[in-house]
């Protein structure tokens, strides 16, 4: 393919690419907030799919701009050749790979920076052809297959943790890849107002459990099983609980699953919702968090630096959800269970071994602010 050229970037015009889940967005979102303090002149533009990402980029108010790309993934088997001419080769040289350079030449960005996903290598490899800087944040261990094929040509990679850095090894040159921290987004230090907007009573301490921004059945079914546990014990401790249970897209299924008209009367202040706009603050404001380890989820965890429990996704090809909580094993936040399913006995024993361990402090310098320091001193 022929390489083209790039001239007369507007250096303050940055172009974001990633999506498909929450880790792949919150990150960006936090690296543009701290870009935005430090030089409030720069513009942005996301390109991405009609996925996750279409609904979290524009209300955080960054422009938007979707292209066609479609991709679930499979194994590369005979079976699914098909599967494959119709979906991973347009994103190299079909449609979604014109349509974001079409789009890269209209905005002409000075920098493309990308979290990983599917729907981001077309817009990678089209800066890559354009020769647009690219810099690229991997938040999961192992690394994610679209940063780590593209990492050679990116000109910086920001890596979450050491473990994710080693990922990158003998793929791409040591010196480009730097451990940044996983970067969340800033968070509201007034407790007392984020849980009366939760309506959560505040003298409760708080679980969390989050199923991820997809949902996950196995966390919502733990959730259940706890909830029944708390109300038939006769430990006084739970009436000192509150629990919000963050559904995910499987709000509708959930509500007849878990109907406080089909559980027994509970000490356990019980709270459900769709979906938070705010999660760091929601964690930074919790004791305790019980669900999926996903890269933004471990990101504003170890913002929080509250105990988790943490029910890893076991679907997943590559086991990310496994090597992001190993990593807050190691920072001495997390207990794995070694259920798919857990049940809530297993919950409550953790519970009753966390219930007075203390906070850790939240790392400095913040990741969101050293990714973009690092940015704005490599393009300038």
Not at 24 to 33: D, E, T
Not at 141 to 160: I, L, M, Q
Not at 210 to 235: I, K, N, Q, Y
Request: hydrophobic share 45%.
């Amino acid at each position: 393919m022929a390489t083209g050229t790039h001239r007369d970037a507007p250096a303050r015009r940055i172009m974001l690419a990633g999506g498909g889940s929450a880790g792949h967005v919150f990150p960006a979102l936090a690296v543009v907030r701290s870009l935005e303090h430090r030089q409030p002149d720069l513009e942005f533009q996301w390109l991405g799919s009609d996925r996750i990402e279409s609904t979290l980029v524009p209300a955080a108010g960054i422009p938007f701009q979707r292209f066609d790309i479609r991709f679930a993934y499979r194994a590369l088997t005979v079976q699914n050749i098909a599967y494959f001419r119709k979906h991973i080769l347009p994103i190299f040289f079909g449609r979604p790979f014109f349509q974001a350079r079409s789009m890269l030449d209209a905005y002409q960005p000075g920098l493309v920076l990308a979290t990983g996903g599917y729907v981001s290598a077309p817009v990678i490899w089209a800066a890559l052809e354009r020769n647009i800087p690219v810099a690229l944040i991997e938040m999961n261990s192992p690394p994610g297959g679209v940063n780590w094929h593209f990492s050679p040509r990116a000109w910086k990679v920001f890596a979450a943790n050491p473990e994710i850095a080693q990922g990158f090894l003998g793929r791409c040159a040591g010196a480009k890849v730097k451990v940044s921290g996983y970067p969340a987004m800033p968070v509201s230090s007034n407790r007392v107002r984020v849980l009366r907007e939760l309506g959560i009573e505040p003298d409760r301490k708080l679980v969390v459990a989050m199923g991820g921004s997809l949902g996950a059945t196995p966390v919502h079914r733990a959730v259940v099983s706890f909830l029944r546990r708390a109300a038939e014990s006769v430990d006084p401790q739970w009436n000192k609980l509150a629990l919000l249970h963050v559904a995910g897209e499987r709000m509708q299924l959930l509500q007849s699953s878990v109907d406080s008209s089909q559980l027994p009367e509970r000490p356990v202040q019980y709270r459900q919702v769709g979906f938070l706009e705010d999660s760091a603050s929601v964690l930074a404001a919790a004791d305790f968090y019980i669900g999926r380890s996903g890269a933004a989820t471990v990101g504003e965890l170890v913002q929080a630096g509250i105990p988790s429990f943490l029910i890893p996704d076991t679907q997943h090809r590559d086991r990310q959800q496994f090597g992001n909580a190993a990593h807050m094993v190691r920072l001495g936040l997390a207990h794995v269970s070694d259920n798919a399913n857990p049940d809530g006995r297993e919950i409550m024993h953790w519970l009753e071994r966390c219930w007075d361990c203390p906070r850790l402090p939240a790392p400095d310098p913040a990741p969101a602010s050293l990714i973009a320091e690092e940015l704005l001193e490599l393009w300038h």
